[in-house]
Every structure is written in C-alpha cells, then in structure tokens.
C-alpha cells in the first residue's frame, strides 16, 4: 500500500499488528510520514515489538538455564506451593518440558495472573514429558513439621512423575531428596522446568483449594486458598479449626477450641 494512498488510520492499524519483518517494511515507507497519527502508531509499535523480544530472550533464557544446570538428557524441575498457608496441603510437582515447543510465556507462577496460569498450565499438560504432583495433608504436616514434610512431598512428585531423570532442579536451598538434585533460588524464576512446576503446583492446588471452599463454607477459602487472609483469621477466631487446617500454624488465631 503506497503512503500516498493510504489514510493515517489505516497506517495505524496496520503498524498495530506488524510483526517485525513488516515492521521493518512498514518503517521504511513511513519513517518520514509527517503525520502525527502515523508517527505515534510507529513508535507505539516500536515498544511492543522490544517487549516482545525481551520476552522471548526471558523465556530462551530459562531454557538455556535449564540445560545448563540440568545437562542433555531429562531434566525434572520441582516446586512447591501452600508451604506458609493456614489450610489445605503442601502440594508439589514435578515436570519435565521438552527443549521444542516452547512454552511462551512461562514464568514464576507468582508472577502470573489466575488466567495466565490457567492457559500455561494446559499448554504444560500438552507437552511436557511427564509430570508427578504430591500432596502432604495437614494432619500430616502438624505431625512431622514443614522440613519433613517438603522432604516427603518432593520425594512423592518425583517418583509420581514416572521417569528417570538425569537431573533434579529444585528451587530454592537444598533439599536433599535425590543424587541427582540441584538446587538454585528463585530457580521458579529462572529455569523453565522449574517455572513450570510451579504452575502445574499453583494451578493444581487452588483447585483443590476452591473445591474445599464448598465442603468448609464461611472460610473463605475459594478466595484466600488456604493462607491467612484476615477474612480466614476472622473465621478461624469465630468458628475455630476444620479437618483441613494446620493446627500447628494456627495457635495464635485460634480462641474457640478446635472443631475436631
């Protein structure tokens, strides 16, 4: 479309969906454009497609540091969620992506929106080489303690995910629950297979967490998914423990005695 015959609207819209081969055209036919409307499309343009490659050179680099840590052959990558909450379980996963396709998008789940988390978690489902989730009840974490209980419920995902992996990345400081482990902190930000447990965890818990919500009404557990949102402290003083609260995480809230 010669510039002469193209309205600035028009121009507009098509810098608003160039990729960056037509925007390289697109830029060369309209670098000079003296209109105002065209010149802002331009620009506007310009700054998506650089956040575009930072993205890209984000996610290309947590792939990259997967191998790095990880070696050529299977990677598993770990990660848990739920570990400070109120109520429910310590959940983790355990998963193995592929090095094609890529998973756009990955990223530490706390870093994600419920939405986001829901589309990368099916995307994961789709290609990933295996995954392995364990849960670690209450009663459970009350009886052993948080250290004993990560211990367990990474051990559980990693022989849930059916394979033998080469290596183990785990986020955050060692753990010591396989020869193979290597751990690395803020690795759920760093590592793609790392960052995809984390999803597969978050994704897989709050599930669970909204389906208690209906069984434990009042809680407000479908919204705070088990942690101590002052709604879940206010119904803890007001109602005290269900089943599915942590009774050692829950002392200083509780001042009725407990349900069970």
């Known amino acids: 479309m010669a510039r002469s015959s193209a309205t600035a609207h028009e121009v507009a ?11 390289d055209r697109l830029d060369q036919r309209y670098a000079d454009d003296p209109r105002k409307q065209v010149q802002h499309a331009r620009e506007v343009a310009q700054r998506r497609l650089a ?18 840590l990880g070696g050529p052959g299977l990677v598993l990558g770990v990660d848990e969620v739920g570990r400070g909450a109120l109520a429910g379980p310590l959940t983790v996963a355990a998963v193995a992506l592929p090095d094609d396709p890529i998973v756009w998008g990955i990223n530490d789940s706390k870093q994600l929106t419920p939405a986001q988390r ?9 290609v ?4 392995g989730i364990a849960h670690i009840e209450p ?3 009350d009886a052993v303690g948080m250290a004993v209980a990560l211990r367990m419920a990474m051990k559980r ?12 990345l785990i986020d955050g400081n060692p753990v010591h629950v396989s020869p193979k482990e290597v751990t690395l902190v803020k690795g759920d930000a760093r590592v793609s297979c790392i960052a995809a447990a ?8 709050d599930a669970l967490m909204v389906s208690l919500a209906e069984e434990y009404p009042g809680y407000h557990l479908a919204e705070c998914k088990g942690y101590g949102s002052p709604e879940h402290i206010a119904a803890i003083r007001a109602h005290g423990l269900t089943p599915i609260h942590r009774v050692s995480f829950c002392g200083n809230f509780l001042e009725t005695p407990p349900l069970f």
């Open 13 to 23: 819209a098509l810098f608003a969906c160039a990729d960056e081969d037509e925007f």
């Open 51 to 68: 956040r575009e490659r930072r993205e890209r050179e984000r996610v290309l680099g947590m792939y990259a540091k997967a191998r790095e």
């Open 118 to 126: 829901e589309v990368l978690a099916a995307r994961i489902a789709d």
């Open 128 to 131: 990933a080489l295996a995954i």
């Open 139 to 141: 009663e459970s974490i």
């Open 157 to 168: 995902a990693i022989e849930d995910a059916g394979v033998d992996a080469d290596a183990v």
């Open 198 to 205: 984390s999803i597969v965890a978050k994704v897989t818990r």
